[in-house]
């Protein structure tokens, strides 16, 4: 939402809490992630959504592989288990991850550059790539 507009994250925080406290219904919540704001009902979540995803062809019976960069995303991290499947972090520790990736490079412009990931996760090998660079994900233990 703000990612355009960093100077205006505390304004935009602001009136967006008031507002929602004014107007909106009871079950409605404000989650604040890195340089957006989602304003949803607290009775759905990204973590339900895969939850339910996973219930439906083509996806009943497979394993979830997620990876995650926001605050946003901690709900998916968390059903993770119940699951039977795997979540990291991208660049930073997040509650339920099992891992974390870092960035390899930032471009000229400050952007962060991804490693493409490859191989199987698990208790097996792990790598991932991205102009010959070879990295690892990194243990979670919060």
Partial sequence: MHRLAPELEQ?????????VDRVAPQ???VLHGKAVIEIKSSRFSKGTAVHELMKRVPFVGRKPIFIGDDTT?????EILPALGGIGYAVERCMPGAHGTFGFLARSAAGSPVFASAWG???NERFRARS?????RPHGCFA
């Fill in 73 to 77: 995303d901690v709900s998916v991290f």
């Fill in 120 to 122: 199987t996760i698990g």
């Fill in 131 to 135: 102009g010959g660079h070879r990295q």
């Fill in 11 to 19: 304004i935009l925080k602001t009136r967006i809490e008031a507002i």
């Fill in 27 to 29: 079950d409605t919540e």
